[in-house]
């Protein structure tokens, strides 16, 4: 079942809306409170203002920085840094900033992004060291890339334990909470997964079929009390380089659903924009694996890796992307599937872990579908960080494949827990981490913490 959000796609009223884009967020809520006092007040325009509220509150939570804040911040780890340069990264928009009542705020990782999106940054703020960690896991993606395209397929066996922890001054001892974690989803690249242990009896469990599987717990609260679940799951990669002139515009039914092709309100929509932008990037060609690799090439080659904020503060999330031409893993994703179903291919999402031996982190992908081939792999953060850095190798391979170490939560966008939330989600549009509530309210962000640790991963003959 799909979370129904279409109402992001209204317009606020002009006031309000001029309000939000300056960042003038006490007046804009004391507006909309009187608005919804208002019986007239379309229900539809009520949720869109509702929203308008959350979306400001996520929005002062994660631009906090002035710029002065921002500027000291960094020059505290890169010292050689002028404020020339820092005036420079904010132009060319790799340090992500807004207004707060009328004045320039920058995000809270705007620095994280910038060490992380510009090598020559991050080697000055830590020397050999990072450049040694970055090699370290270059070499490690390369060597398993290339055996993989040697013997044709590589497998890994891996365990992990994920931890949701929870502390408040607000809630009372003994209130009931409700916790879902997540789960592995059936299909590949995961052959097989099994839950080794929970901390906590479940209520449930979802389906291996459902789009965002969980564990749901209902458990009484107690200060920092944590949940965990022990995982064990292996994977398969096997290669197989597509080639155009095999390639066919065949959608079998057993293999493909109305839902790989359809619009999802509000952010997998087909607008005109998308629409004339899709048209240029894959040109004339009816051939539908040229056109997944055109779009994947625009997304990779001509857009920019950015940390963003809140999925939840952004009304439209592909229109974001195509319209400031930046975006991180799950952002890229998004539009290389809503393209790709724009022009006729299937394309579906998938979401979780990347759990190499040297680091790992949440993350985010494509599938999409060309016959004779299947449902083939598309990561677009991972090749566009490959052709920034030259890899012409990686930059290829990361479109149709995968490597091997991946432990996908989520097979859909936007899906329905089992059982649903009943309060607004912190991430209402996927699943990597885990969510929790009280019975009289949702958490605050700094009321939860969330980790996971990789006990094992080893090749599999």
Same mark, same amino acid.
């Given at each position: 079942m799909t979370i129904n959000l279409s109402y992001l796609g209204y317009p606020l009223p002009n006031d309000i809306a001029m309000l939000e884009a300056?960042?003038? $967020? %006490?007046?804009?809520?004391?507006?909309?409170?009187?608005?919804?006092?208002?019986?007239?007040?379309?229900?539809?325009?009520?949720?869109?203002?509702? $929203?308008?509220?959350v979306c400001?509150?996520?929005? &002062?939570?994660?631009?906090?920085?002035?710029?002065? %804040?921002?500027?000291?911040?960094?020059?505290?780890?890169i010292p050689d840094l002028t404020r020339a340069? $820092?005036?420079?990264?904010?132009?060319?928009?790799?340090?992500?900033?807004?207004?707060?009542d009328g004045v320039r705020h920058y995000r809270n990782n705007c620095l994280s992004n910038l060490l992380r999106t510009r090598s020559e940054y991050a080697v000055r703020e830590k020397g050999l060291a990072v450049q040694m960690e970055h090699d370290a896991e270059t070499h490690a993606l390369d060597e398993i890339i290339q055996d993989i395209q040697k013997n044709g397929s590589a497998a890994m066996h891996m365990e992990m334990q994920e931890c949701i922890e929870i502390s408040s001054s607000r809630l009372t001892?003994? #209130?009931?909470?409700?916790?879902?974690?997540?789960?592995?989803?059936?299909?590949?690249?995961?052959?097989?997964?099994?839950?080794?242990?929970?901390?906590?009896?479940p209520?449930?469990?979802a389906p291996e079929t459902a789009p965002q599987r969980t564990a749901y717990f209902e458990l009484p609260y107690s200060d920092g009390m944590k949940v965990t679940? /022990? &995982?064990?799951? /292996?994977?398969?990669m096997h290669y197989k380089k597509p080639d155009p002139a095999l390639a066919t515009a065949d959608l079998p039914a057993e293999d493909?659903?109305?839902?790989?092709?359809?619009?999802?309100?509000?952010?997998?929509? $087909?607008?005109?924009?998308?629409?004339?932008?899709?048209? #240029?990037?894959?040109g004339s060609t009816d051939n539908p694996l040229i056109k997944a690799r055109r779009i994947y090439d625009f997304i990779t080659t001509q857009c920019t890796y950015r940390f963003m904020p809140s999925y939840r503060s952004i009304p439209d999330i592909v229109g974001h992307f195509c319209s400031n031409l930046r975006g991180d893993c799950g952002v890229q994703a998004l539009t290389f599937i809503t393209m790709c179903r724009c022009c006729?291919?299937?394309?579906?999402?998938?979401?979780?872990?990347?759990?190499?031996?040297?680091?790992?982190?949440?993350?985010?992908?494509?599938?999409?579908y060309v016959a004779p081939y299947g449902w083939m792999f598309a990561d677009c953060s991972f090749g566009g960080s490959a052709y920034r850095t030259g890899s012409t190798m990686r930059h290829d391979f990361y479109f149709g494949h995968l490597d091997p170490w991946r432990l996908p939560f989520a097979s859909g966008f936007q899906a329905e827990f089992i059982p649903p939330m009943s309060f607004m989600r912190y991430d209402p549009y996927d699943n990597q981490v885990g969510e929790a509530e009280a019975v009289s309210g949702r958490l605050l962000a700094d009321e939860i913490d969330h980790s996971h640790r990789l006990i094992t991963c080893m090749r599999r003959d």
């Open positions: 300056s960042g003038h $967020f %006490e007046e804009m809520n004391r507006l909309i409170d009187l608005m919804l006092q208002k019986s007239n007040t379309p229900s539809a325009l009520r949720k869109r203002l509702e $929203f308008a509220r400001a509150e996520d929005t &002062l939570n994660a631009y906090r920085l002035t710029e002065d %804040e921002a500027f000291a911040g960094a020059k505290s780890s340069e $820092f005036n420079q990264l904010t132009d060319d928009r790799t340090l992500d900033w807004r207004l707060i001892p003994g #209130e009931p909470l409700r916790i879902w974690l997540p789960l592995p989803v059936q299909g590949k690249p995961v052959v097989h997964a099994e839950i080794l242990g929970m901390s906590h009896q209520v449930s469990i679940v /022990d &995982l064990a799951w /292996d994977t398969e493909v659903k109305d839902e790989d092709l359809a619009e999802i309100e509000p952010h997998v929509v $087909f607008k005109p924009y998308l629409r004339a932008l899709t048209q #240029e990037i894959i006729g291919i299937p394309a579906r999402w998938q979401s979780g872990l990347y759990t190499a031996p040297v680091s790992s982190g949440m993350h985010d992908w494509a599938m999409f």
